[in-house]
């Protein structure tokens, strides 16, 4: 079935700014913000949870079964550490947010992460994890790399953003009228 809206998920490192950036997305597109962590815990799609990571254990099987119905009617905007275990046809865009690392570390503090979470998250931002692994699940030219370091960066990441979903609409709705 040809979504009527398009699917973009907002992913990049705990504290990049996803969650930020969904909810100004939101209100600005209609489009709804889906925080996969709410998903994870609210319908219970884990196997528990992690005492030194401070964080769920994740049934992926069961995450995706839970999301399913929702996602396939388009319109979401899928807010999570992760993007590569989402099928292909789900995605119509996938945003990576990246932040420096001096400022995640500030973000990270405040949060009061565990030492351990903390120096992971930071490591995996250096390295490019999340950009990496979207690269490798989805093809390139969906892909965006966004900057997350100020008020101005979301700004004009989301006036961006919003500008994308205004011409995929127009796009795939002049397709279904053909
Ligand atoms: P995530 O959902 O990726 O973990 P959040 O959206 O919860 O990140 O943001 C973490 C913190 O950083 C919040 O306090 C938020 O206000 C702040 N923040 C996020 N992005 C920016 C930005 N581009 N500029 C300034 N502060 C930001």
New binding site residues.
């Given amino acids: 079935m040809a979504r009527t809206f398009p699917n973009i998920v907002i992913t990049?490192?705990?504290?990049?700014?996803?969650?930020?950036?969904c909810e100004m997305l939101a209100e600005r597109t209609g489009l709804k913000h889906l925080s996969i962590n709410d998903i994870v815990k609210d319908r219970e799609c884990h196997e528990g949870w992690d005492e030194e990571y401070e964080s769920w254990i994740v049934d992926e099987d069961k995450l995706l079964d839970a999301m399913e119905e929702q996602v396939q009617q388009g319109g979401c905007i899928l807010?999570w550490?992760a993007c590569d275990l989402f099928p292909k046809s789900w995605v119509d865009l996938v945003v990576v947010?990246r932040v420096d690392s001096t400022t995640l570390y500030d973000?990270l503090s405040?949060r009061k992460y565990p030492e351990i979470k903390l120096q992971e998250n930071l490591d995996s931002e250096i390295m490019e994890v999340l950009l990496q692994e979207a690269r490798d699940a989805y093809d390139e030219e969906i892909v965006v790399e966004l900057q997350?370091?100020?008020?101005d960066?979301?700004d004009v990441n989301v006036d961006r953003i919003e500008a994308w979903v205004k011409q995929w609409k127009e796009n795939n709705n002049a397709e279904e009228a053909k």
């Fill in positions: 990049g490192t705990p504290g990049v700014g996803k969650t930020t950036h807010d550490h947010l973000r405040a997350s370091n100020t008020a960066d979301m």
